[in-house]
Structure formats: C-alpha cells, structure tokens
C-alpha cells in the first residue's frame, strides 16, 4: 500500500513510520527514493442514508448541511477552550477530524495499524510536524513516553470485538497527559440491542469475544454498541465519561428496510427512525478526576447547623472597602430577628483570594457568625489545587468591550462551584455583598415544609441579547443530542431566575446529569467567550432536570445596589433615586463621587496606553500622546495575533494596553493587577501618576489635586480635555459671577445644564502642578459638577474615539 514504512523510534522505541508528506524523511537512500503516493481522495465518511438531524438553524451554516454536523460542532466547540499543543490520532479512521482542526496543534502522531489508511490520510493533511506511525495502539502506547493533550478515536470501535476493544482504551488511558482529554466517536444502538452483524444485526448479545467476531468478514465487520456496554468498558480502563451525546440519524426509507432487518430484536420502528446511530464519549483519565476532587473538601457546617447563607465579596485591602457588605449583614439580622427567623445558619463570605487575613478576622469579629472562605479551594478564579483543567478558555485574547475576566470567574463560581463548598449543608441561600434584604421570611423551614430543591425571589428576563442569541440555539442543540425533554418547558434563554438572592438544596446540583450539563456548559467556554450569566445557567439547569413543583418563589422584598434593582414580593419596582442636592455639603458629594469616575476614565483611556506602549519600549516610544501610543499597541497587537487590521481596530485604547500587559505578555505591571479592588486600586493609580503614596490612603475617594496631577499629564492633553481644563483654570482666577463668598459654577452645554449658585468649597492642596502651562495653584477651585460629568462622558470607555 504505496511508500513501505520507514524504521524509526518514537519515545525511544524503534517503529515503522511513514515516509512522505507530513513525515519526517528516513535517512535511508534507498526508502528516500521511493516515490510518494498519488494523492487520495476523502473517502465518503457516511452514507447518504444519514442525516444530522438538528433542529433547523441552530448549527453553523458550515455544520448545517453536514450528516456530521453535530458531532463537528461539539468537537470545534470543546477545541476552542481546550489546551492544544499535542494531538495523537488513533486509528485514522476518520480523517475529516484530521482535516478540519489538526492545523490548531503543535504536534501532532497518527498511529494505527492500517497503512493504507495512514496513507490516505498523509496525502491529503500537510503539517510541518505530523508524523504517521503504522502501528497496533496498544503496541505504540508501550513503546513511547509521550502524552497528549487530545486524542481522537473516531470510527474505530465498531470495528473491534469487546476483547480487542479493551486494550485499545487501557492505550487511550495510557496515553492522555495531564488534564487531557480523549474524544471517542463510534456506532449507536438503544441499550436492550446491542450486537454484532456483518449487514443486519440479528445476531443479538452485548458482549462479542474476538474468536466470534472474527469469524465475519475481516474486510468489512461491524458491531453496534449501546451507552451502557461502552461506558462499563471505558470506565474499566480507569477513565471517566465527562459528557456524551448522539449524531447521525437514518432517513425515513432507511429506517424502513433496517427495522425489516431489525425485527427479530424486538426494535420499533420508532426507535430505528429517533435513536441516533453514532454516539461520541468525551473521557478523561479517572485519577485526574479523583485527585481533583480529594484536593477540594468541602467545608464543616458549625455543630448542629445544615443550612448556610453566602455571598462572593468583591474584596479590598481596607476595612473601608467593606461598608456595603457590612451594611448588607445588618439589613440581613435586622430582618431575621423582626421576622423571627428560627432556623440556625453559618454565615459564609467566599473571597478571590484578594481579602487580607488582618481585615478578615476585624470583620469576622464585628460580624457574628461570620467566616470568610477562599474560593480559590474549591477550583474558582483560576483555582489554587495542583491540578490543573484541561480546559482554561479564559486564557485567551479579550474581545472588544468584553466584561472583565473576574466578572466570568464570578458567574461559573455562582453556576457551578459554590455547591461544592458547601456540599455539607442540606441547604444553601445567596445574599449577595450588597443586597439589603427589608423582608424575608424563614426560607429554610419554607424550602423543607414545601420539599422545594429551589427557592428565588423574582423572575426576570436577561437582557443582554449577545447572551441571549448564543445561548438559546446552544440549549436546544444540547438537549437534541442527548435526546433530552425539558421537565419545566419551554427551554428559554432569556427568562430567568435572579440570582443575586436565591435558595437551594445542594445535594440536587450533585446529580449526574445536572453535572454533565454544567460541564458541558464549562467545556464550551462560552461564560468566559460569550458571557453567559449565572442567572440563565442556573435556570436552564433547573428547567431540564428538575421536578415540576420542586421550584418556589420565596416572599422577600430587597434593595439590590449594584444593579439599581428593589424587589418587592416577586416583582421588581421603581428604584429609589437619591433627590437632588440643595446644600454646599450635598453638592460637595456629588462633585465628589463623580470624581472616581473622571479619574478612572481619564486613565485608562489616556493615561495607560501611553504607560504600558512605553513601559514596554514599543517602536517610537516614549510617547507623550496617546493617539500615538494607541497606533503602537493596535501594531504590536497585529504583530502578535496575526489578526486583520480591522479586528484590532474594534478595540478601545484601554482595552489596547490591558491587552498587551495582562493578556500576551502576563506581567504584574505598570497597570495595577486586574484583581486589584477598592482602595488598594485606587492606591495604587493615583502612585503611578504621582509617583509617590497618597497622602491619606483610607480616603474612598480621589482628590482633585490627584485628578489634576492625572489631567496635566501630556498623555492625557486632548484638545477637549485642555478646554475643560482651561475653563476650570478661568474659574480659578475669578472669571466667575456672583456674591462676594459665592462662586457661580457655570455648567458648559451639553455638560449638565445650567450654572448653580452655592457657597465656595476649596480643595487642600499645597503648591501647583504645571505640566502644560496650567496652573492649578493651592485653594483653587478646580471642577463642578457639570464639568466633571462632562469630562466622564468624554473620556468614557465608548467604542468612539475619546479625543
């Protein structure tokens, strides 16, 4: 079958490997003269007999018309967030695998023992480092030392006796690496008909030895597997099942003539035309699992206690950074005790590993009860376990205007980590760090009376329509290819339960198919790539599997501050707003809490990509304008990525230099780290404009010297912002109306209406700052109210240009 092989060795052994195309050359003259093969055409994979049969539009239109279709999609979906620097392609029966996504690894061996397979498949994939081994598997896994990150075993299997089969999976065990994954793709049958058949299977029996098997016709025998017979046999080569699904169907007239064949096994016609008749097994080694989750113990409920309330805070350095949370645990026993809650709980406060121990334990004896956990334990945010998944899709390039890598962390902590911790408790509420709860009755003695296994307080719909658009064809894809029916139908994507406050029984989110859901959900890695919440996770988790009546609305009312909800029994209600300011003391606030926003917009817009292009010596640094600067990271980006011009041009110039220094080069600076919170963030940017500490670093709030240091900065000297600061600068030196002891703030158009009269506050500095010839001198009224919300919709993290 064309080139004889070569002699060579792979992991130190000597075994034939194909010369050629995609080989290395052997050193032997005489082998080195033999001519290549004629290129071969793909043979046909399927039958036209066979369909996907996928629900209409839910497949990629280059996977729609392909009877393959949906096991390519979940092969391409389960790549995209995997780690892929090794591929061994076992058997090579299935070479459009090869084709399609061998070109996203760095190395990659074909093995088998079919040469003219191997053959086939060389002459039609080019790879600068494929090697093709002609060899039996069990034989090559002895033989090498190496592993792989992903095998594929495709059409394979149903080629093999149940004794044959068995070592060929103790190879697969053999040979996966750390934390890798095997694909296993092969034939279906309905569990009750396994069998083997050389044209019809009418020869039922679940178990076939070889002797029996080999008795067909060598050149074409074929068996039919059900879950349960390859699963036991997968699982007795010490690996486990993570997720499995089926594609490929018969048409309505092939259906016809398999069921005549068919009929002395007993199968309906129904079950030949609605029962896939290939089936795939995602596996991984069963010691990477166990030793995974030996490193994560759960935490010990307080003597006596079952149940549990949490939250996930969003940490801080300082006591300070925590009023939000403290105020929301007051809210919290204030209700408890004036609605008699009776039921005993441990109070839990999951952090990222970014809350100090010294205002841990302040905040542990200030609040009662409360106990303060690291998440991290439990595989969240990265995970501190030593082992490491398979699967990390957020280590990867962000995409313009994409959340932040945190806010991910956070919403698969909340979709599928936090039972783990809490897997002792029979049940568990979230309260999140700033909901102040006005009334809850005690839902655990509610949950129990009621057999409830969840409990929320207000159904709402998503309304970010990018989650909601990748989702929903993703949900119904996933329950056609496991042939599942939603036990609460319809199966939406964009109804859900909120979940910043909800109750759970923990023990139903352990069930078997819950688990393979949420880890499908994972493997996909569309939380971190599309931004799929915990909310809408949650709810299709609980549509598909949960019982019919096992899910209750809980009587709360709440306040909700990040997301500016108020709750009241069920439904959500105008948010109180606070009334306009009408003393100097309000208005001083005001002014003030638009101060964080001014200098956090002005410095990640103008500041930084300046400061990371130059920290990093980009060509034409150093910059001292950020347009500049900006057009050396969107080329340095280009450089690396080998994306198009118009992709880097979709990003801002903030997200350009986050890019650059947390994303490609992973370095701790000169941005603060992107877990750093609170007033350890502010901190630390005011001391890389400054270039010195603040001067009270407790304060919550930025000063206007701190803001002007930022804006007098040449980086930051767009045409606009000069204005805004000139007029301030006006101001200052008493280009203003009004009485004496009054100044008259007047309020640039389109920069928040008009003036307002109030009486003069000051700042405290000392001195001026004058890095462009503007001079911001000690006492000086420097920013009203209006300017300040102008500078923030100017320098704001729009798509738009901010110059």
């Not at 990525?641 to 000169?670: C, M, N």
Request: proline share 7%.
């Amino acid at each position: 079958a064309g080139a004889p092989p070569a002699a060579t060795s792979v992991g130190g052994q000597p075994v034939a490997k194909l010369a050629g195309k995609g080989a290395s050359q052997p050193a032997a003259a005489a082998e080195a003269s033999q001519p290549a093969p004629a290129p071969v055409a793909p043979k046909r994979t399927w039958p036209p007999e066979l369909e996907a049969r996928a629900p209409t539009g839910l497949l990629p239109e280059r996977y729609g018309e392909d009877a393959e279709g949906v096991y390519l999609w979940e092969v391409d979906r389960l790549l995209q967030s995997l780690r892929r620097r090794s591929l061994l392609d076992m058997g090579c029966q299935h070479p459009k695998l090869l084709h399609q996504f061998g070109a996203q690894f760095d190395q990659i061996i074909v093995v088998g023992p079919d040469a003219e397979a191997l053959h086939a498949a060389r002459a039609n994939f080019s790879h600068p480092s494929a090697e093709f081994v002609v060899e039996d598997l069990p034989v090559f896994a002895r033989s090498t030392s190496q592993r792989f990150d992903v095998i594929f075993l495709s059409n394979m299997l149903q080629h093999l006796a149940t004794s044959e089969a068995a070592p060929v999976l103790l190879a697969v065990r053999d040979l996966l690496g750390a934390g890798g994954v095997a694909i296993i793709a092969t034939t279906h049958v309905e569990d009750g008909h396994g069998s083997l058949q050389l044209v019809s299977r009418s020869a039922p029996g679940n178990s076939v030895d070889a002797q029996e098997f080999n008795k067909s016709n060598a050149g074409n025998r074929l068996r039919w597997w059900t879950v349960a017979d390859l699963t036991s046999l997968i699982e007795e080569a010490s690996l486990v099942v993570v997720d499995h699904f089926g594609f490929t169907y018969n048409t309505a007239a092939h259906s016809a003539e398999a069921w005549m064949r068919d009929r002395p096994l007993g199968r309906t016609f129904r079950e030949v035309l609605h029962e896939p008749v290939s089936q795939a097994f995602i596996v991984q080694k069963a010691a990477l699992v166990t030793a995974e989750t030996q490193q994560i113990k759960p935490l010990e409920p307080t003597l006596g206690v079952r149940d549990a309330i949490f939250s996930l805070v969003r940490g801080g350095s300082y006591h300070a950074d925590f009023k939000d949370f403290i105020k929301s645990r007051k809210c919290l026993r204030e209700t408890l005790q004036n609605e008699s809650q009776s039921t005993p709980f441990d109070e839990i406060a999951f952090h990222e590993g970014n809350v100090p121990e010294n205002v841990q334990r302040e905040l542990e004896s200030e609040i009662n009860g409360l106990r303060f956990v690291d998440a991290r334990l439990f595989g969240a945010f990265g995970g501190l376990h030593e082992v490491k998944d398979a699967w990390r899709p957020w280590e990867r390039i962000r995409k313009p205007g994409e959340y932040p890598t945190g806010y991910r962390h956070m919403c698969r902590f909340m979709s599928m980590q936090w039972f783990r911790a809490l897997a002792k408790y029979e049940y568990a509420m979230r309260i999140d760090d700033d909901v102040c709860m006005h009334r809850l009755l005690d839902p655990f003695n509610a949950m129990r009376q009621q057999g409830a296994i969840y409990g929320y307080g207000l159904r709402t719909e998503e309304k970010h329509e990018f989650t909601v658009q990748t989702l929903q064809p993703w949900l119904e894809l996933y329950a056609s290819s496991r042939k599942l029916t939603p036990t609460i139908p319809p199966l939406d994507a964009q109804s859900m339960y909120f979940t910043n406050v909800f109750i759970s029984k923990t023990s139903w989110w352990w069930g078997p198919t819950v688990q393979r859901f949420l880890g499908a959900v994972y493997r996909s890695g569309s939380i971190y790539e599309h931004r799929w919440g915990d909310a809408p996770l949650q709810t299709a988790a609980l549509h598909l599997h949960a019982d019919p009546g096992s899910i209750i609305h809980v009587p709360m009312d709440y306040t909700h501050l990040s997301t500016r909800n108020e709750i009241r029994n069920g439904k959500e209600v105008d948010f109180a707003t606070t009334a306009p300011p009408r003393t100097a003391d309000e208005w001083k606030a005001r002014v003030n809490s638009f101060m964080g926003p001014s200098f956090e917009n002005a410095f990640n817009n103008l500041y930084a990509p300046c400061l990371v292009a130059n920290y990093f010596k980009l060509p034409g640094s150093p910059f001292t304008d950020e347009p500049l600067a900006t057009v050396a990271l969107k080329d340095e980006l280009a450089r690396r990525s080998g994306w198009p011009r118009a992709t880097v041009e979709k990003y801002t110039p903030s997200e350009l230099a986050k890019i650059l220094q947390f994303d490609i080069l992973h370095e701790s600076g000169p941005l603060p780290p992107e877990t750093s919170v609170g007033l350890d963030r502010m901190n630390r940017m005011v001391k890389t404009v400054t270039k010195r500490d603040r001067k009270d670093v407790h304060s919550p709030e930025f000063t206007k010297e701190e803001l002007a240091m930022l804006l007098t900065n040449p980086c930051c000297q767009t045409p606009r912002v000069k204005a805004v600061v000139n007029a301030f600068d006006s101001q200052r030196k008493g280009k203003v109306a009004g009485a004496a002891g009054t100044q008259h703030i007047v309020g640039s158009k389109g920069h928040g209406g008009a003036g307002v009269h109030l009486p003069a506050f000051q700042t405290s500095g000392h001195g001026s700052f004058d890095g462009s010839g503007m001079a911001f001198g000690g006492g000086s009224q420097l920013f009203d109210l209006p300017g300040l919300q102008g500078l923030n919709a100017m320098v704001g993290s729009s798509s738009q240009h901010p110059r």
